[in-house]
């Protein structure tokens, strides 16, 4: 198994931007398809982004072009660097490795 944690978050005004980092233990995430996902208070976790084994991106079309997640092997890490953020990108962000292990999540806030 593997454990994960978050954190980057905090307060940015909108069009501001934020890098989210995701730290994992106990295993390899080479060999883990990872995510982040996010969830606002009253809402459903909404999927943002994937990133396989072998690199390929995907996103959620609400941050497409906006959003890029990487990782990072030989650190154990996976990143969400967020760009543009909008009032509507505030919530608690988590990362997971193939949908099975969640982090503990980290805040996101977009205010002015």
């Known amino acids: 198994q593997v454990q994960l944690v978050e954190s980057g978050g905090g307060l940015v005004q909108p069009g501001g931007s934020l890098r989210l980092s995701c730290a994992a233990s106990?295993?390899?995430?080479?060999?883990?398809?990872m995510h982040w996902d996010r969830q606002a208070p009253g809402k459903q976790r909404e999927w943002v982004a994937t990133?396989?084994?072998?690199?390929?991106?995907i996103y959620a079309d609400s941050v497409k072009g906006r959003f890029t997640i990487s990782r990072d092997n030989a650190n154990n890490t996976v990143s969400l660097q967020m760009n543009s953020l909008k009032p509507e990108d505030a919530a608690v962000y988590y990362c997971?490795?193939?949908?099975?292990?969640w982090g503990q999540g980290t805040q996101v806030t977009v205010s002015s």
């Open positions: 990133i396989t084994t072998g690199g390929t991106t």
């Open positions: 106990g295993s390899s995430i080479n060999i883990y398809n």
């Open positions: 997971s490795a193939k949908g099975l292990y």
